[in-house]
C-alpha cells in the first residue's frame, strides 16, 4: 500500500456518500480508460466482460486472474482518479481463494470490487458470506479502506419466485452488509417503484446498472440511488461499431459507418507513454 492509494480509497469511499450519484461509464482497457476519464468520470470502473472479450476470453468467470490482474495494473497506471474492478466472483472457488485476488488486485493499485453471487444464488447464503468476509479481511490486512461493492443478481437473473424476489434481495444484502460489503449492486433493476423501495430497505449505498430503457440518472438520484454504472454498454456499442464497419465494407465497399470515430491524434496524444 502506498499513502497514494489509501487516499485514492478513501477518495472512492466519499464518491458513494450520496451528496452526488457518482456515475460510472466502465471501461474495458487503457485507451477507453483514459477517453473515459477525459470525459470528466470522477472514478474508473472496469467491466468484467468487456475485460475478458478484449482478452479473447468469454465473461463468467472463464478470464484467467492474472490476465485480469495484469489489466487492472495497466488501466491503474494510465488514470489519475480511483479505480475500482470488476472481478466477478472473484476469480476463485473458495474464500481463500478470493482472498488472493483481493490482495492481487491492491497490488495491482486498485481500491474498490465488485463482487457477484450470480453463481452462488441456489447455495445457502452464507457461502457468499463468507467470501465477502475474506475479501474485506485481505484488504483490511493490507491497509487499504478499499470499497467493496456486493452485486446481487436476484434480478438480474429472475432467480426465484418474483413475489419473493425483494425480500431475498434485501436479505442478503443485509447479510453481504453484515459480512464487511460498503455498497450493494443491483443489476437488473430497472422499474422506479422497485428501485425507490429497494433504496430505502438497503442501508448502504445502491449502485444501478442502466442503459437504455433505464431511469436518467437525475431520476435515479432522486430515488436515492448513489452509483450508476452502464457495464458492459459501451464495450457491447464499440464492438457493434467494428461490426457494421466491417460488415458495410465487405458487403458495400463503402465507409460510412466511420464517420463519427475519434480523432487519430487525440487519442494517439492521450494514451501516449501510458502502458
Known amino acids: ?35 473515459i476519464e477525459a470525459a470528466g468520470a470522477k472514478a474508473i470502473a472496469t467491466t468484467s466482460a468487456g475485460v475478458a472479450w478484449s482478452l479473447g476470453a468469454a465473461d463468467g468467470d472463464q478470464l484467467d486472474r492474472d490476465r485480469a490482474l495484469d489489466l487492472i495494473a495497466r488501466v491503474v497506471a494510465a488514470v489519475d482518479v480511483p479505480v475500482t474492478a470488476d472481478i466477478e466472483s472473484g476469480y476463485a472457488t ?15 493499485g486498485a481500491v474498490g470490487v465488485n463482487l457477484e453471487d450470480g453463481p452462488f444464488l441456489s447455495r445457502p447464503v452464507e457461502e457468499q458470506t463468507q467470501r465477502i468476509a475474506a475479501a474485506r479481511q485481505a484488504a483490511d490486512t493490507v491497509g487499504v479502506p ?27 444484502a443485509a447479510a453481504y452488509l453484515a459480512a ?3 455498497g450493494i449492486f443491483l443489476p437488473g433493476v430497472v422499474d422506479q417503484e422497485t428501485i425507490s423501495v429497494l433504496v430505502k430497505a438497503i442501508p448502504a449505498p445502491v449502485n444501478v446498472l442502466a442503459g437504455p430503457g433505464a431511469p436518467t440518472v437525475d431520476v435515479l438520484a432522486e430515488l436515492g440511488v448513489a452509483r450508476v454504472s452502464l457495464g458492459a454498454g459501451i464495450a457491447s456499442a464499440a464492438y457493434a461499431l467494428a461490426r457494421r464497419s466491417a460488415e458495410e465494407l465487405l458487403a458495400t465497399g463503402s465507409y460510412s459507418t466511420l464517420a463519427d470515430t475519434v480523432d487519430y491524434g487525440d487519442l494517439n496524444a492521450l494514451v501516449g507513454g501510458r502502458p
Open 146 to 172: 478499499m470499497f467493496l461493492n456486493a452485486r446481487i443478481d436476484t434480478y438480474l437473473r429472475q432467480y426465484g419466485d418474483p413475489a419473493d424476489r425483494f425480500a431475498a434481495t434485501v436479505e442478503r
Open 94 to 108: 473458495d474464500p481463500a481463494g478470493v482472498a488472493e485476488t483481493i490482495r492481487g488486485v491492491l497490488a495491482a
Open 1 to 35: 500500500m502506498t499513502n497514494n492509494q489509501s487516499e485514492q480509497a478513501l477518495l472512492l469511499r466519499q464518491l458513494h456518500d450520496g451528496r452526488q450519484i457518482l456515475a460510472l461509464p466502465n471501461a474495458w482497457d487503457v485507451a477507453s480508460a483514459c477517453l
Open 180 to 182: 464487511g460489503a460498503d
